[in-house]
T-cell receptor, first 114, second 111 residues
Framework: EAGVAQSPRYKIIEKRQSVAFWCNPISGHATLYWYQQILGQGPKLLIQFQNNGVVDDSQLPKDRFSAERLKGVDSTLKIQPAKLEDSAVYLC????????????FGPGTRLTVT | AQSVTQLDSQVPVFEEAPVELRCNYSSSVSVYLFWYVQYPNQGLQLLLKYLSGSTLVESINGFEAEFNKSQTSFHLRKPSVHISDTAEYFCAVRSDDKIIFGKGTRLHILP
């Protein structure tokens, strides 16, 4: 089966600019996750969707980050405006609805904010 | 909330030597524990997991981890490493239906 797809793989922007990342989960996976992985740290959950509803966005900086999963499949994560500290790898993962302990990760998008 | 601690940020080891990557978790009544591996420029892959039952869990590529409740540990071991094991390894715990990751340990294989 196809894995979790993400694009772009790399992105360089200047601070205060906007950026969007796209994720296509594994077919049939109801749950989708966005993580932020800063260099030298483990991934941190930003937001979790169950189908097209938000389950947990407690660690999402809502003043600048937004995410949507309109049709319960693909998802986009947006940063507007970006700050230097947003430089990180943004990972998307998906899982069957009731098996959050078995997540499948995409390759990630490496964002550099200059 | 649960948490995990990986004390070693880097572990250098010679090829074909044994290795242990340490992980300790905060105590709880029940716990699900995981090891994920991240090869260079790739996403994370689940290496092995402990949900219940046997305290020793194994992966298909020779790694094993032992759940030790008294020491609140879930160390990852391999008796003989290969150059292809070069990667970053993350210990993780399930907490409130979320996965909480440690900071990772970079395994550096020396020729």
């Amino acid at each position: 089966e196809a894995g979790v797809a993400q694009s772009p793989r790399y992105k360089i922007i200047e601070k205060r600019q906007s950026v969007a990342f796209w994720c296509n989960p594994i077919s049939g996976h109801a749950t989708l996750y966005w993580y932020q992985q800063i260099l030298g740290q483990g991934p941190k959950l930003l937001i979790q969707f169950q189908n097209n509803g938000v389950v947990d966005d407690s660690q999402l900086p809502k003043d600048r980050f937004s995410a949507e999963r309109l049709k319960g499949v693909d998802s986009t994560l947006k940063i507007q405006p970006a700050k230097l500290e947003d430089s990180a790898v943004y990972l998307c993962a998906s899982s069957w609805g009731d098996r959050s302990y078995e997540q499948y990760f995409g390759p990630g998008t490496r964002l550099t904010v200059t | 909330a649960q948490s995990v601690t990986q004390l070693d940020s880097q572990v250098p080891v010679f090829e074909e030597a044994p290795v242990e990557l340490r992980c300790n978790y905060s105590s709880s009544v029940s716990v699900y524990l995981f090891w994920y591996v991240q090869y260079p420029n790739q996403g994370l892959q689940l290496l092995l997991k402990y949900l219940s039952g046997s305290t020793l869990v194994e992966s298909i590529n020779g790694f094993e981890a032992e759940f030790n409740k008294s020491q609140t540990s879930f160390h990852l071991r391999k008796p003989s490493v290969h150059i292809s094991d070069t990667a970053e390894y993350f210990c993780a715990v399930r907490s409130d239906d979320k996965i909480i990751f440690g900071k990772g340990t970079r395994l550096h294989i020396l020729p």
